[in-house]
């Protein structure tokens, strides 16, 4: 069964940094062909804030270009730095695998709260 470990999130003021990561178990590693984060926040739709495909190309929401940085630790880790938080960034972030065959997997979700 494939699972996403996320980590990291919590509270932290407007012009703070968070690091969030997460970790694949359970699938190999030519499977994996996309890691990235999407986040939810309330009343509102889930949406992608980045994703690093299988060529480490990288993909950014424009809200968080220039202070969300993505990066592929390996085949099946990624990261999200992200500096420069504003309260609008508030929102549960979902860590996210696309394989190359089979349904898209989804991580738990971990909250990030912004205060102004």
């Known amino acids: 069964q494939v699972q996403l470990r996320e980590s990291g999130g919590g509270l932290v003021q407007a012009g703070g940094s968070l690091r969030l990561s997460c970790t694949a178990s359970g699938v190999i590693s030519s499977a994996v062909n996309a890691l990235g984060w999407h986040r939810q926040a309330p009343g509102k739709q889930r949406e992608l804030v980045a994703l690093?495909?299988?060529?480490?190309?990288t993909t950014y929401a424009d809200s968080v270009k220039g202070r969300f940085t993505i990066s592929r630790d390996s085949t099946k880790k990624v990261s999200l730095q992200m500096n420069n938080l504003k309260p609008e960034d508030t929102a549960v972030y979902y860590c996210?695998?696309?394989?190359?065959?089979?349904?898209?997997?989804w991580g738990r979700g971990t909250q990030v709260t912004v205060s102004s």
């Open positions: 996210y695998l696309q394989r190359s065959t089979g349904p898209d997997v």
């Open positions: 690093s495909d299988g060529d480490r190309i």
